[in-house]
């Protein structure tokens, strides 16, 4: 498969490129400067192509396999060409080839770096998370989860009766992505007063972490603070 070419192909692929640069000038044969393009071309084709086969080594995702080493197999038949004996026309053609394996190059750079970005991101961290609620309030409802969920959310507090003063509740986890997005904390206390605090994951090391609620009665705020 491509993505596992191995050292000695890539070389292998190096050296045709040198072979095309030592093609001598002989007789009336193309330009110098027609030559010179060709071989220019041609180094740039290499440069991409061990760029995307570093670069493809980096994902899981295989999907890309075939048409890349579809690709590789074209640079097999660049290397087959004697420059020296082609003419300015033939050169021509020969080289809109190449430009054409580069475009292609490049968009598979491309495609892989999003495939990476996707596979990076759906990486979950846990973070285990125990909660005091270091206040005089007693709450009734919680939910916690992240900031761009769309399912319901659960109340944890449901069939307890509550969160009371000086309380820990743990077994909580939390989710931490590639972009730590954030978590809420969405609680409600006995009175019916609803608050949703956001928790700044980026911010929380390691696999666990103590929170605890504090209250500023006299603002009405409530905060979830890590220890």
């Keep these: 498969m491509f993505k596992n070419i191995s050292t000695i192909q890539i070389k292998s692929v190096v050296l045709g490129c040198c ?22 071309t041609y180094r740039q084709l290499i440069d991409l192509h061990n760029q995307v086969v570093e670069a493809h080594q980096t994902i899981s995702d295989d999907s890309l396999d075939k048409e890349l080493s579809a690709l590789a197999d074209e640079i097999k038949q660049a290397e087959q060409y004697h420059l020296n004996e082609m003419k300015d026309e033939e050169i021509d053609q020969l080289i809109a080839s190449m430009d054409a394996s580069i475009a292609s190059y490049r968009d598979y750079l491309n495609t892989i770096k999003d495939m990476k970005a996707q596979e990076d991101a759906a990486v979950l961290v846990s973070i285990h998370a125990s909660l005091h609620n270091d206040t005089s309030l007693t709450f009734r409802k919680l939910s916690l989860y992240g900031k761009d969920a769309s399912a319901p959310h659960a109340d944890l507090l449901e069939n307890t009766d509550g969160l009371v003063p000086g309380q820990y509740l743990t077994g909580l986890i939390i989710y931490r ?25 980026k911010e929380y090391r390691g696999e666990s972490v ?18």
């Design 19 to 40: 072979l095309l640069l030592s093609f001598l000038l002989t007789g009336c044969g193309p330009s110098e400067e027609k030559i010179a393009q060709a071989q220019e």
């Design 210 to 227: 103590s929170l605890s609620l504090t209250y500023d009665s006299e603002a009405g705020e409530l905060e979830c603070v890590s220890k």
């Design 177 to 201: 992505d590639v972009s730590a997005t954030p978590w809420i904390l969405a609680l409600e206390d006995a009175e019916g007063t609803a608050y949703e605090i956001e928790l700044p994951v």
